[in-house]
């Protein structure tokens, strides 16, 4: 067990460390799921999409394919229901995935280092940048209806980004 602890944060620095520690290893792992497969992420994301028609047609100018409104959220009944996907694909799990790997190993940096501004500063911008990519897509895209499986992305990224803020100057001197 003595040969673990020197893998871990400093025991007199607090919990806050070792939440960081924990929260990016269990990140990191998330990442690495979402290269085996796609189940779980299908389960954070659970929106199903259509073609939206309501777009102009195609010009020199304008290409409605390239619009971030391609989709539409599909709604539980209706003539293009059984046709609805979702848009977790192998490219949006890879490219979530990297940016959990990196706010992992930014988290993981930042347990050992926590009275470092910036370290501490930019694990908490993971923080940050993870509540307003998950509420974005839960109010504004729709691409979630938060159910069991959202809980605990939306619990890290709230309650670690507040109490990193309380616990900024305690830290951060």
Do not use: C
């Not at 799990?93 to 930019?122: C, D, H, M």
């Not at 109490?163 to 001197?173: A, F, G, I, N, P």
Request: hydrophobic letters at 40%.
């Amino acid at each position: 067990m003595d040969q673990l602890k020197e893998f871990l944060p400093s025991a007199e620095k607090g919990y806050l460390p070792y939440y960081l520690f924990f929260i990016g290893i269990v990140a990191m792992g998330n990442s690495l799921q979402n290269l085996a497969t796609l189940h779980y992420t299908r389960r954070i994301y659970n929106g199903r999409f259509v073609p939206n028609h309501a777009l102009a047609p195609k010009t020199e100018r304008f290409n409605p394919e390239d619009s971030v409104n391609v989709l539409k959220p599909a709604s539980a009944t209706g003539k293009d229901a059984e046709k609805a996907k979702d848009q977790v694909t192998p490219l949006t799990a890879r490219v979530f995935g990297n940016y959990t790997f990196l706010a992992g190993v930014i988290r993981v940096y930042a347990s050992f280092s926590p009275e470092n501004a910036s370290l501490y500063q930019l694990a908490l911008l993971t923080h940050g940048v993870a509540a307003l990519s998950f509420t974005s897509e839960l109010l504004i895209f729709k691409t979630m209806k938060f159910t069991g499986p959202q809980g605990f992305p939306f619990a890290a990224a709230y309650l670690g980004g507040l109490w990193m803020t309380l616990q900024y100057s305690h830290y951060v001197q």
